[in-house]
């Protein structure tokens, strides 16, 4: 069964050493692992399957970890940071702790993350909102 909806990815290729268009050539569910092709060299290499984003971006491992992290714990909200979607945040606000469920890019080019809470209901939030500008 194939799990993801999509064919090409975007990645780093370990030895072009550098950001690829991959292709999908194949996934082992039991190990979580899939198999993606470098469309320049044209080798094939095993990445794990939580570095695979519906986006299509394939997390590095430093990204991995970060999003590990961010995951296992809740971050307080504020619109100068940036956050993965399926994270968990603490608005002050509110004084509660929704779940990022979307992103969204506004006409003003703003990225927003759309958040569920559970009695404020679901919330667009500036992410990534450059202070000092
Ligand atoms: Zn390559």
């Known amino acids: 069964m194939q799990k993801f909806r999509r064919k090409y990815f975007n990645g780093r290729c370990p030895k072009c050493n550098r950001p690829r268009k991959l292709t999908l050539i194949g996934e ?19 990445y794990a399957v939580e570095r695979l984003r519906k986006t299509g971006r394939v997390l590095t491992k430093s990204e991995l970890k970060k999003r590990n ?9 504020t619109p100068d940071k940036t956050y993965w979607i399926g994270q968990k945040i603490h608005h002050p606000d ?10 969204e890019e506004t006409s003003g080019k703003n ?4 958040v569920e809470f559970e009695n404020q209901g679901t919330k667009k939030l500036v992410e990534g909102f450059n202070v000092s500008a």
């Not at 992290?69 to 909200?77: D, F, G, H, I, L």
């Not at 509110?94 to 992103?103: L, P, Q, S, T, W």
């Not at 990225?111 to 759309?114: F, G, P, R, Y």
Request: charged share 35%; glycine share 4%; with cysteine.
């Open 111 to 114: 990225q927003m993350i759309i």
């Open 28 to 46: 082992d569910e039991d190990v979580g692992v899939v198999w993606l092709r470098c469309n320049k060299c044209l080798e094939t290499h095993s």
């Open 69 to 77: 992290e961010a995951m296992s714990e809740v971050a307080e909200y």
């Open 94 to 103: 509110f004084d509660e702790v929704g779940e990022i469920v979307k992103k």
